[in-house]
């Protein structure tokens, strides 16, 4: 008889080892709850992985729409996000209102608004309508730039028909308007940069010991110029009433050749009519204060006044304070009435620069065109003579050059000195 098979569901005698139905259930539990728990911490882990990228992407694109925001913004309030320099037109030729370009007149030496803002620039002046830059641009021109403040808010269309009116004018003695620049925060009129500064800087700069004076040569001759430059705007725009309705010595800018040349023409269309005599600030006739108008006929009597200025070497600004009568006592008048107090009482000597004295036999010119002042600065308007009549009037005026050139002591003096240094020592306009 063979031995009994073991039963092989029994274990050894070990009680450390015997199974029993709480063990195998705890550990069927055991088993049951760790895999619920993998599954959540995974489930939630992605969870939180997913809302860590969302957020990420989210806030990327946050980012990015902000700096675009900003950036299109920027673009808006200094300039178009086109800015290349056309001569108003894109690039088939056709007008784009939507752009806001520098529009130039001609197409030499065309550069670009970049170009334009990117330049190192250095302030000229300030004046009622804004103030004026010279800017030297990176390939080496110079310009003027004039930032337009608180301009009469025309629309584009308006303020392109006055800068087409103000550029297409083309005289050696008027300053040339390049380009213009319009948007409805910024306006910038671009004009040549002439080196040789202003009439009123070589007449009033520097007056005391070490002045270079400005001779009667010269000086005839800067007139002469600045009146030609105002009877073409009158000539040109005679139908359109258009005056300068700025006139001032100020106003007076001579060229790298000493030519003088009347600038800030037109400004007056950008004001409210109303305004402008307030505003320019240029040598106002007496019948503005009524009827608060600018005319040619105002012009005259500035120029006028322009041209004492000229004779005496009073800044018309300032004269109150040195315009005494014979007991010494200031007279509170305007340069027109002192000259012409003086002239009656026959102190003519004494209305004179004494810059202008130590020249000698100019007597006769200096009183011929004391004269011509005069008769512009009359306060009758309809006495007073057109510009062309005055052109013709200082054209008569004979300057003798070969007598300017001695002192009353017979010592050589050089002509033009302040205006031949600063000549030699100026850059080329662009």
Known sequence: ??????????????????????????????????SNAAIVGIVVGNAVVLLVLTSCVAAYFCRRYTREMREKKSRQSSCSSEKKVYAGVNGNGESDPDRSKLVFFDRRKQFELEDLLRASAEMLGKGGLGTVYKAELENGSIIAVKRLKDANPCSKREFEQYMDMIGKLRHPNIVRLRAYYYAKEEKLLVFDYLPNGSLFSLLHGNRGPGRIPLDWTTRISLVLGAARGLAQIHQEYNALKIPHGNVRSSNVLLDKNGVACISDFGLSLLLNPVHATARLGGYRA?????????????????????????????????????????????????????????VKEEWTA?????????????????????????????????????????????????????????????????????????????????
Request: glycine letters at 4%; proline letters at 8%.
């Open 286 to 342: 007496p019948e503005q204060a009524k009827i608060k108008k600018l005319s040619p006929q105002a012009d005259v009597y500035s120029f006028g006044v322009l041209i004492l200025e000229v004779v005496t070497g009073r800044a018309p600004l300032q004269y109150s304070s040195s315009a005494r009568n014979r007991d010494g006592q200031d007279l509170d008048v305007d340069l027109p009435r002192w000259v012409r107090s003086v």
């Open 1 to 34: 008889m063979s031995p009994p098979i073991p039963d092989q569901s029994v274990v050894p005698s070990n009680p450390s080892s015997l199974p029993t139905k709480n063990d195998d259930r705890a550990k069927g539990e055991s088993r049951k709850g760790m």
């Open 350 to 430: 004494e209305v004179f620069d004494p810059e202008l004295l130590r020249y000698k036999n100019i007597e006769e010119e200096l009183v011929a065109m004391l004269h011509v002042g005069l008769a512009c600065v009359v306060e009758q308007v309809d006495n007073r003579p057109k510009m062309s009549e005055v052109v013709k009037m200082i054209e008569d005026i004979r300057v003798e050059k070969s007598q300017v050139g001695e002192d009353m002591d017979g010592n050589r003096i050089s002509v033009s000195p302040s205006l031949a240094t600063t000549a030699t020592t100026a850059t080329e306009d662009a």
